[in-house]
């Protein structure tokens, strides 16, 4: 743990909401005993309360098949229906999104606006063949498209599996076999920091590698030339123009697949991670009303993530829609084209509830307190963190320089298998200390535990388990049931395993350490270490390769590897060049490694394991541990000095 961290345990420093947030408060003290007395009613009367079922559910949970566990299961709904077609009535005029363009064009979009929209793509696809349980992988940057997409393929009944635009053809290629999908929505381009992004490009290099993909839809954002397929491509305008702006919402049960959305995994491969209807759309809607405080009536909500990761389809579509909220959405990146982008959105829009990564909030304290400063951010009432711990210095920044001093921070935990938010504080009702997620939420079990799963005291760290099941979470890996069983419930019995490690202090309150497998969090995205150690190896001048994340005060961790070569080959600043953008190609530029070392051999156990831990403690300039295990204890000085001669990007 770091000094800081126990400082602040030491420090016991809090921030208790105000009486003025109490009193409007959506959550009332006595909601978490409440709900720990009965976690299936609670969790019950939330699906009830929140979502109109076409067949109400009469059982919750069902754990006769541990740990494919099912909530709802003889309820039908369709989740289309809930974010649009039922606010109609009352709030068809109700902006649902603020659209802000990268290049400055904007379009706003009411609830019927967006019903209409969905209904049109929803014949489209219906005309092209798609059916209840065909996949589609959709490939786009953050237009009103995509949304769009997502929702018509939840009203036909078909499984999205959105893959993030910044992943690479190959990257994509891989998504669409595992998914077996049939049809591809992507756009010509996109932008991001002034560039063009060529997506379409892109899609028809992973098309290539995917005989199973009978067409590619494409939205024509920015009006490039691009390539179209006579029978295969076809233009989104050109599938819509005569389309009925009606589309009947098919009549789904609870437990059927809503999405698929992959995460990265230790053996390399990225997981298929199954969320379903009724169980992931109680988890969605209720954190999204507590954790926020969200008032529909009053609040501009903007969750700056991308709809590529699973913030976006809890806490951008779904969530927010379903809660009737009107929320911003932004194409582009935060610094273009000044370092002010974001603030001067939240000031235009009056946005109430942000909602950002702690990798972001670094960035934006090493950019300057000036950027905020120059624009009114008094209409925020409530900030947001999420992706991976946030540092106290960041939280109190944030606090600072961001929104009026007495608006909660809500530092949450969660992660695309959880489908939403679990550990959280609840404003109005939980005082918050800077770095700390506080509480689990209402209605989730969670504990921290040794090596042996034995529950470690108030004061200690160990390994984070939700110790119950919740309506939202993962049912299962696509196609692969033994790993998700493998993955996440079999290193603590009858208890879930995210990987993250934990501290709980006096309070009880969690202070989330961070990865304990090798899945690094850069920039709040999980990549695999075995996935950039594959993409290295790949290259033609390497041999061998071993990856590890290391601290960064930007980024959370950043990506450290450590490369041996073939042959004669030497390295030199042209071949780390060379291997950094080849990386980016083989799997997306979140994946660039940070700093390359050349090294004759890597440190090896004597059975021929790579011991990542001393490579770690090289990269932090840490005391080495013991040595002694390794077949060659003398190549870790050589590796030593290397890297401490190197430099970084």
């Given at each position: ?511 989330l350490l961070g990865r304990v497998d090798d899945i690094m969090l850069i920039s709040g995205h ?124």
């Amino acid at each position: 743990m770091s000094e800081t961290l126990e400082n602040l345990l030491q420090e016991d420093r809090r921030f208790a909401p105000s009486p003025a947030f109490v009193a409007r408060a959506n959550a009332q003290a006595g909601i978490h005993a409440d709900a720990e007395a009965d976690p299936e009613a609670f969790w019950m009367t939330q699906a009830k309360d929140r979502i109109t079922w076409f067949k109400e559910p009469t059982v919750g949970l069902d754990e006769s098949n541990a740990p494919f566990y099912t909530w709802f299961a003889d309820g039908e709904l369709n989740l289309s229906y809930n974010c649009l077609d039922r606010h109609l009535a009352g709030s068809a005029d109700k902006v649902a999104y603020h659209w802000v363009g990268e290049p400055g064009d904007t379009r706003t979009i009411t609830f019927q606006d967006l019903h209409d929209a969905v209904c049109l793509f929803a014949n489209a696809l219906s005309g092209l063949g798609v059916v209840k349980g065909d996949r589609v992988a959709i490939y786009m940057g953050m237009i009103p498209e995509l949304p769009i997409a997502m929702l018509a393929c939840a009203r036909i009944g078909a499984v999205h599996s959105v893959v993030f635009g910044g992943f690479s053809s190959d990257a994509l290629a891989d998504r669409i076999l595992d998914a077996d999908a049939k049809v591809v929505i992507t756009q010509d381009a996109a932008w991001r920091r002034g560039d063009i992004v060529p997506l379409k490009a892109s899609t028809d290099v992973a098309v290539a590698r995917t005989p199973g993909v009978s067409s590619v839809i494409v939205v024509n954002r920015v009006g490039n030339d691009v390539l179209m397929v006579e029978g295969r491509d076809h233009w989104y305008h050109d599938l819509v123009a005569d389309q009925p702006t009606s589309f009947e919402p098919a009549v789904l049960n609870a437990e059927d697949p809503l999405y698929i959305l992959y995460t990265s995994g230790t053996t390399g491969k990225p997981k298929g991670i199954v969320h379903s209807q009724g169980g992931y759309l109680t988890g969605a809607v209720t954190t999204h009303s507590y954790v926020f405080d969200l008032k529909p009536d009053e609040d501009v909500y903007w969750c700056a993530a991308d709809i590529g990761w699973v913030t976006g389809h809890t806490y951008i579509v779904y969530g927010p829609l379903a809660n009737r909220t009107t929320s911003v959405m932004y194409e582009g990146a935060p610094n273009h084209p000044d370092l002010d982008r974001l603030w001067s959105i939240i000031a235009e829009y009056g946005v109430s509830i942000f909602y950002t990564a702690p990798t972001a909030i670094r960035a934006f304290m090493k950019w300057g307190d000036e950027y905020p400063l120059r624009h009114d951010l008094s209409s925020i009432r409530l900030l947001g963190t999420v992706g991976e711990p946030i540092n106290p210095e960041a939280w109190m920044w944030y606090r600072e320089h961001i929104g009026p001093p007495a608006a909660p921070i809500v530092d949450t935990w969660w992660q695309t298998e959880t489908g939403g938010i679990m550990i959280t504080p609840l404003p109005g009702v939980i005082a918050t200390k800077p770095g700390s997620a506080t509480l689990p939420f209402p209605g989730i079990g969670a504990d921290v535990v040794d090596a042996d799963g034995e529950s470690v005291p108030l004061g200690g760290g160990g390994f984070l388990v939700l110790t119950r099941p919740w309506p939202s979470m993962a049912r299962t890996i696509w196609g692969d049931p033994d790993r998700f069983v493998d993955t996440y419930w079999s290193r603590f019995p009858g208890r879930y395993f995210p990987g993250d490690g934990a501290k709980r202090d006096a309070d009880g309150y969690y202070w989330l350490l961070g990865r304990v497998d090798d899945i690094m969090l850069i920039s709040g995205h999980n990549i695999s270490t075995t996935e950039v150690e594959s993409a290295l190896v790949s290259h033609p001048a390497v041999a061998e390769a071993a990856v590890v994340g290391r601290r960064d005060p930007i980024t959370g961790q950043a990506i450290a590897a450590f490369v041996t070569l073939r042959g004669t080959v030497e390295g030199d600043d042209a071949l780390i060049e060379e291997l950094r953008d080849h990386v980016a190609n083989v799997i997306g530029p979140i994946a660039k490694p940070k700093s390359i070392v050349f090294t004759p051999d890597l440190p090896k156990t004597r059975s021929g394991k790579i011991m990542r831990r001393l490579l770690q403690d090289i990269s932090e300039q840490r005391q080495l541990g013991d040595v002694t295990t390794l077949a060659n204890a003398d190549i870790v000085h050589e590796i030593q000095a290397k890297a401490d001669g190197g430099s970084d990007e």
